[in-house]
């Protein structure tokens, strides 16, 4: 009996959803997090079968609901087979998360130029390299009017113009090599860029955040790969950070060097410090005197800021200054960085689960 009275109220909840205008389930399913879910509700009924072909959010992930890599051939013939049948011609997001494979090029290539044919706001690719070639980013893709939020990892950044993105205001790249030119030109680009993050990014010694309109910095790491490691001169060994206008620094993950300079940051409101060590230095913990020096400059240099907040590592660093005799500001309001993760933590784990599989491959 039981049974039958939730078999009959399942039965009445579909009949309420399906009796929705097309709108609204297009709405619906826009918001289911992967596409091929979406898809899925094509067999619930005659009406369902095309609904899922004018959600205005795409993503597509290499790994499936348990983790596990989807075999390449396989995923690249879904996405292809997808995009055939999908009729909407505005787009808010696309995201694309799998390991690049060069002979696949040219299939990507046409997803990202379908995405901005459909004028995405919103795009997120993430292609880790099976070795040490990366998927270079076509011409177009560095003049556009439609980008709002963009996020890109693993790609290769070579424009052979000026930038223009118009209307972007947040900006996300993971590890790729740039230079100071190359960051000035994105900048320039951007005129209303609010937010740019460096996640594990590297060949630049320099960071100038020239651009007004740029409120928001985070530094999320060094990625340094082994064929482009530093030389051995210590000297050199060093980042500067220079953001008159930014509001907001967090500078987090993995450093693969010791020095950390913060040179004009006159504007900062709060800062976020929870880096840590990695790399050729890694070992290295032990004779931790580079590591206070550094935090302690940092701290010296964000002394006028509202808001300071460490993470543990940071936290100890500071713990052994204190024994040493240093004395922590006073007009500071210190705070310890939340455990809860955020959203972009989310994004990083999902990467490094991608990252394992290609070194494992």
Same mark, same amino acid.
């Given at each position: 009996?039981?049974?039958?009275?939730?078999?009959?109220?399942?039965?009445?909840?579909?009949?309420?959803?399906?009796?929705?205008?097309?709108?609204?389930?297009?709405?619906?399913?826009?918001?289911?997090?992967?596409?091929?879910?979406?898809?899925?509700?094509?067999?619930?009924?005659?009406?369902?079968?095309?609904?899922?072909?004018?959600?205005?959010?795409?993503?597509?992930?290499?790994?499936?609901?348990?983790?596990?890599?989807?075999?390449?051939?396989?995923?690249?013939?879904?996405?292809?087979?997808?995009?055939?049948?999908?009729?909407?011609?505005?787009?808010?997001?696309?995201?694309?998360?799998?390991?690049?494979?060069?002979?696949?090029?040219?299939?990507?290539?046409?997803?990202?130029?379908?995405?901005?044919?459909?004028?995405?706001?919103?795009?997120?690719?993430?292609?880790?390299?099976?070795?040490?070639?990366?998927?270079?980013?076509?011409?177009?893709?560095?003049?556009?009017?439609?980008?709002?939020?963009?996020?890109?990892?693993?790609?290769?950044?070579?424009?052979?113009?000026?930038?223009?993105?118009?209307?972007?205001?947040?900006?996300?790249?993971?590890?790729?090599?740039?230079? /100071?030119? #190359?960051?000035?030109? !994105? =900048?320039?680009?951007?005129?209303?860029? $609010?937010?740019?993050?460096? %996640? +594990? &990014?590297?060949?630049?010694?320099?960071?100038?955040?020239?651009?007004?309109?740029?409120?928001?910095?985070?530094?999320?790491?060094?990625?340094?790969?082994?064929?482009?490691?530093?030389?051995?001169?210590?000297?050199?060994?060093?980042?500067?950070?220079?953001?008159?206008?930014?509001?907001?620094?967090?500078?987090?993950?993995?450093?693969?060097?010791?020095?950390?300079?913060?040179?004009?940051?006159?504007?900062?409101?709060?800062?976020?410090?929870?880096?840590?060590?990695?790399?050729?230095?890694?070992?290295?913990?032990?004779?931790?005197?580079?590591?206070? /020096?550094? #935090?302690?400059?940092? !701290? =010296?240099?964000?002394?006028?800021?509202? $808001?300071?907040?460490?993470? %543990? +590592? &940071?936290?100890?660093?500071?713990?052994?200054?204190?024994?040493?005799?240093?004395?922590?500001?006073?007009?500071?309001?210190?705070?310890?960085?939340?455990?809860?993760?955020?959203?972009?933590?989310?994004?990083?784990?999902?990467?490094?689960?991608?990252?394992?599989?290609?070194?494992?491959?």
């Amino acid at each position: 009996m039981e049974m039958i009275e939730k078999e009959a109220q399942f039965q009445e909840e579909k009949d309420i959803i399906s009796g929705l205008p097309d709108c609204i389930l297009v709405e619906i399913l826009s918001r289911i997090p992967y596409t091929k879910y979406a898809i899925r509700t094509g067999t619930l009924s005659k009406r369902w079968k095309h609904i899922w072909t004018c959600v205005y959010n795409l993503n597509f992930s290499c790994l499936d609901p348990h983790g596990n890599k989807i075999e390449n051939s396989k995923f690249i013939s879904s996405i292809d087979k997808t995009l055939t049948q999908f009729r909407c011609l505005k787009l808010n997001k696309f995201k694309l998360l799998t390991v690049y494979d060069a002979q696949f090029y040219s299939q990507i290539n046409n997803w990202i130029h379908y995405a901005i044919d459909c004028k995405v706001e919103q795009l997120d690719i993430a292609l880790l390299p099976q070795s040490n070639v990366q998927f270079p980013l076509h011409e177009l893709f560095f003049i556009n009017s439609c980008f709002r939020d963009l996020r890109v990892s693993g790609c290769e950044f070579n424009p052979t113009a000026a930038i223009s993105w118009k209307q972007l205001r947040s900006l996300c790249i993971s590890k790729v090599k740039l230079d /100071e030119d #190359l960051i000035e030109n !994105i =900048l320039c680009g951007s005129p209303l860029l $609010e937010t740019l993050k460096l %996640d +594990d &990014c590297y060949g630049y010694r320099r960071l100038n955040i020239s651009s007004k309109s740029v409120k928001n910095l985070v530094f999320a790491g060094y990625w340094v790969p082994l064929c482009d490691h530093f030389e051995d001169d210590d000297d050199d060994d060093v980042i500067e950070i220079n953001a008159p206008y930014i509001l907001s620094l967090k500078i987090k993950s993995g450093l693969s060097f010791w020095k950390l300079r913060l040179l004009d940051v006159s504007s900062l409101v709060k800062a976020h410090l929870s880096y840590r060590f990695g790399g050729r230095y890694e070992r290295a913990r032990e004779e931790a005197e580079e590591e206070e /020096e550094m #935090l302690k400059k940092l !701290i =010296l240099k964000l002394c006028h800021v509202k $808001e300071l907040q460490f993470g %543990d +590592d &940071c936290l100890k660093a500071l713990s052994r200054l204190e024994a040493k005799g240093f004395i922590f500001p006073s007009n500071l309001n210190v705070d310890v960085a939340s455990p809860l993760y955020s959203i972009d933590d989310i994004l990083e784990l999902e990467l490094k689960l991608i990252t394992r599989f290609v070194r494992i491959s």
